[in-house]
Every structure is written in C-alpha cells, then in structure tokens.
Nanobody
Framework: QVQLVESGGGLVQPGGSLRLSCAAS????????MGWHRQAPGKQRELVAT???????NYADSVKGRFTISRDNAKNTVYLQMNSLKPEDTAVYYC??????????WGQGTQVTVSS
C-alpha cells in the first residue's frame, strides 16, 4: 500500500536548476527519515542527501552547496532542489523512505540529464 512517486526530472543545461519531488502515500510520512539517491549508468547507487523526521540534513560531498533537501509533512512530500547542475549529476534519482526494520521503500526513479 505504501508508495513513493518521484517527479520533476528532465533535461537541463549545465548550470541550470531542477526541483525533484517525492510524494508518499499509504503511510505516516512525518515519522520517517527520507533520502535521495542516484545511479548513473554502469555505476553503483550513491547517496545524495538525507533528511530526518526532525529536519536534520546530510549531503554527499559532491553536491554540498548546490543541492538542498527539504520536506513538507503536510503534503507528504520530500524535495530536492538542484542548482548549478553539472554533467556528472546525470543519473536516475530515487526517493527512499528509511525504516528501522531495514525494509526501506524506494520510488521508481526519475531521470535527470545535464547536457548542453
């Protein structure tokens, strides 16, 4: 019943911006830490940013100062604001809901392509 749906991906030029959204349904969203991960072709999935239920954030070194993760519990949505995008940011971006049981939930992914 629990679902995560990402949106907002697309094609953008280097230096441009995108905002990704991840909408959760079927659960009490405000209780969970959330995260964004990404996976480029031929590479392992990597953490991009996380946000706890209390709003504390953490970022991969590669995106610090450029990306911002936030959440709106009233809308059951987590966001990733992506500024100053670089070609190396090109990847499929996945939303993650962290559960203490270890059975995390993942969205289907949204493609972000940074190219001129």
């Amino acid at each position: 019943q629990v679902q995560l749906v990402e949106s907002g991906g697309g094609l953008v030029q280097p230096g441009g911006s995108l905002r990704l959204s991840c909408a959760a349904s079927g659960t009490i969203f405000s209780l969970y830490a959330m995260g964004w991960h990404r996976q480029a072709p031929g590479k392992q999935r990597e953490l991009v940013a996380t946000i706890t239920s209390g709003g504390s954030t953490n970022y991969a070194d590669s995106v610090k100062g450029r990306f911002t993760i936030s959440r709106d519990n009233a809308k059951n949505t987590v966001y990733l604001q992506m500024n100053s995008l670089k070609p190396e940011d090109t990847a499929v971006y996945y939303c993650r809901l962290v559960r203490s049981s270890g059975y995390d939930l993942w969205g289907q992914g949204t493609q972000v392509t940074v190219s001129s």
